[in-house]
């Protein structure tokens, strides 16, 4: 499954950097999953040249789950510094391909660690412990981030799943668990392949990972908003490359009133909105501004977020829809689906959150009778 997984990935057209991190990952976790099985039948007692290789492997998931989960998230930064993350693994490496081959004994056909060397392996297994659990920890906080700063670019957050990280981190966490409370080879083995399972059938299952559909909308990566945001806020220093990029992003007073009213007049005229999938870079493109130019604008003049401020169109025309005689022969979610919403729950919860009432007890008091949901 592993070996599949890592074909496909490989297949790819215009990979990424996340697919080429989740591709090397894949590629090492193959092998691990051998050494793992080797260990937990005991085979490998009999594989001097195998035997006490497996422990280097460990090191490597944790790195590899933080950096997929930060580049596939749009928050990476320096991306050659992110290979400070395996100087433990290499380390871990050095030090067996020096000790293994006077650490390693035979005994009655059979290779065990020599007992003077117990204390070192016990330091290692607690060290790829301890990092496991660190990088699930640190992954837990980027997908929290992540979650938080994806309303800063999209109008509907429904269908952006993050099912797809959260499961990989959650995954992650069951093996350390197994790891920790029941370090049974045999066990970690089953709990692998398990995971790799329902990592390839998520994966499979999540748009653009293994396939190679690609983004119709127009998204700017979350780390370049941010920075660009800082940038414009006076909160950072801006490197001389940044500088350059967004030196022409800070706005005069007149210009911001000139995209804004351009912009609220795009919006009715044009009714945006009404696309589901609509992003804060697809409104840039419409305008013709930068993505951060116009964030500024919005959060500036609307004191909203970019998801606030589409939401509450599409509220306001659902609210005209709802008293027109004709929507009396649709339900009240077909209403609000034609009116951008994708799903119930982001239209009950945004329609209360503008108007502190819920679509039913709105429609009730204006005494508006809809077809009933079948």
Wanted: net charge positive.
């Amino acid at each position: 499954m592993t070996a599949f997984l890592f074909i496909l990935l490989v297949s790819k057209s215009k990979k990424n950097t996340a697919d080429k991190i989740l591709s090397v990952w894949l590629f090492f976790a193959f092998f691990d999953l051998i050494l793992i099985g080797l260990y937990g039948s005991r085979q490998i007692q009999k594989m001097p040249a195998l035997f006490g290789w497996e422990m280097p492997f460990p090191f490597l998931h944790g790195p590899f789950l933080y950096l997929y989960i930060l580049f596939v998230s749009g928050q990476q930064r320096h991306k050659w510094l992110y290979l400070l993350h395996f100087v433990p693994a290499v380390a871990v490496t050095i030090i067996l391909a020096l000790v293994l081959p006077v650490a390693v004994v035979e005994y009655k056909e059979k290779y065990y660690f020599a007992r003077e060397y117990d204390t070192l392996i016990m330091v290692l297994v607690a060290g790829f412990m301890i990092s496991g659990v660190i990088y699930i920890i640190l992954s837990f906080l980027l997908l929290r981030k992540h979650k938080q700063n994806i309303i800063g670019q999209f109008s509907n957050t429904e269908k952006i799943t993050l099912n797809w990280m959260r499961y990989l981190i959650s995954g992650m966490g069951a093996i350390w668990v197994v790891v920790i409370f029941d370090p049974n080879p045999a066990v970690f083995f089953v709990v692998i392949t398990l995971f790799i399972f329902f990592f390839g059938y998520f994966g499979i299952q999540q748009v653009g990972i293994f396939s190679h559909t690609r983004p119709t909308h127009e998204i700017l990566p979350l780390n370049e908003l941010e920075t660009a945001g800082k940038i414009l806020q006076g909160d950072a220093a801006p490197e001389p490359t940044e500088k350059v990029k967004y030196e022409k992003t800070r706005l005069e007073e007149s210009e911001a009133t000139h995209i804004h009213t351009k912009l609220n007049t795009i919006m009715k005229e044009q009714k945006c909105y009404q696309d589901p999938e609509l992003t804060l870079g697809d409104l840039a493109k419409i305008l013709d501004v930068h993505p951060v130019i116009l964030s500024q604008v919005i959060n500036s003049k609307e004191e909203k977020s970019f998801y606030d401020y589409v939401n509450n169109y599409r509220v306001e025309a659902f609210k005209e829809l709802l008293v027109r005689p004709e929507s009396r022969q649709y339900t009240m979610l077909s209403l609000a689906f034609e009116c951008g919403f994708n799903s119930k729950t982001s239209f009950n919860r945004n329609f209360k959150k503008m108007t502190q009432m819920s679509p039913s007890a709105y429609a009730k008091k204006l005494q508006v009778t809809l077809k009933a949901e079948g």
